[in-house]
């Protein structure tokens, strides 16, 4: 079992004015392997949540378990905790600052205590599974392009060699060319590495085609916690909590509101279109 979250509660500012409870008793656990999507409108308490997983926050109430141990406890080792379950952030700009891409890359692994050697071979691994060009090793990070940017941050994490890999919103901002590039990305991450990952996203699609099992959260609290199939079924719940439905689903739904014999439960666009074919 890789992840226990038990009881968990957080309060920004606590004891004063302006304290607000961003995270209400969430408990939930994470096997092995999984890939998970986290759901829920802005503000609901996703990214205060991801960033309990590795110890960026501590909590007001409750703990989180990882392989059995609380990653809160007075002597747990919290900086090598990070280097197993890493956290691409939303911006790559927040995880960008060395003079080249390289270097940047390298940062990690150089800061868990390994050789130069060590460190260059990770880096080297890294930037060549998230599809960066040798020609871009020695540029400043801040010259690429957005797309690039995200895989330059997703290399710094994975040349961690993490265990469990959580990405918020790494398909911001970017055109549909570049997001499915950074999808197919993280598809391909996990195939070949068997790590879990959690992917953050506010598109409906992106998690019903990649993901096993959804969380959704809504003012704080953990919601839904499902296969995809099942949390998008809840169409109206999912309105009322300011989400909404995979595209591909509302495209059939309206087929069936003018007569046509489909079913209405598809979510990913290859199980939309063998219901569109269908008819014909």
């Known amino acids: 079992m890789s992840i226990i979250v038990n009881h968990l509660s957080y309060v ?34 996703k990214s205060t949540l991801i960033q309990h997983l590795n110890g960026l926050l501590t909590p007001t ?54 050789s130069k050697s060590e460190c ?22 801040f010259d690429l392009s957005g797309g690039e940017k995200r895989r330059t941050a997703i290399a ?5 060699k993490p265990e469990v890999l959580i990405l918020d919103e790494p398909t911001a901002g970017l055109d549909p060319k570049g997001r499915e590039e950074i999808l197919s990305l993280i598809r391909r991450i996990r195939e070949d590495t068997g790590m879990t990952v959690i ?18 959260m809504y003012q704080g609290q953990l919601v839904l916690d499902d296969t995809p199939r099942r949390v998008f079924s809840e169409a109206d719940y999912m309105r009322e909590i300011g989400l909404d439905i995979p595209q591909v689903t509302k495209v059939l739904w309206g ?4 007569g046509f014999p489909v079913r209405t439960d598809a979510i990913t666009l290859a199980e939309a279109k063998a219901q569109i074919m269908r008819l014909f």
């Open 12 to 45: 920004y500012s606590q004891d004063t004015a302006y304290a607000v409870k961003a995270l209400k008793d969430i408990s939930f656990q994470v096997e092995d392997g999984e890939f998970i999507g986290l759901l829920g409108s802005t503000g609901s308490g």
């Open 61 to 114: 109430e409750g703990s989180v378990y990882y392989n059995g141990e609380d990653i809160f406890e007075k002597d747990y080792d919290r900086r090598l905790l990070r280097s197993r379950v890493g956290l691409v952030f939303q911006y790559p700009e927040h995880q960008l600052f060395e003079a080249d891409v390289f270097s940047d890359v390298c940062f990690g692994p150089k800061n868990l205590g390994l």
């Open 120 to 141: 260059e071979l990770r880096a080297y691994e890294a930037l060549k599974l998230v599809g960066i060009k040798d020609e871009e090793f020695y540029v400043s990070p």
């Open 156 to 160: 710094g994490v994975l040349a961690m």
């Open 199 to 216: 992917l953050v996203s506010h598109s409906m699609s992106d998690v019903a085609e990649n993901t096993e099992r959804l969380l959704v």
């Open 255 to 258: 087929l069936r509101k003018r």
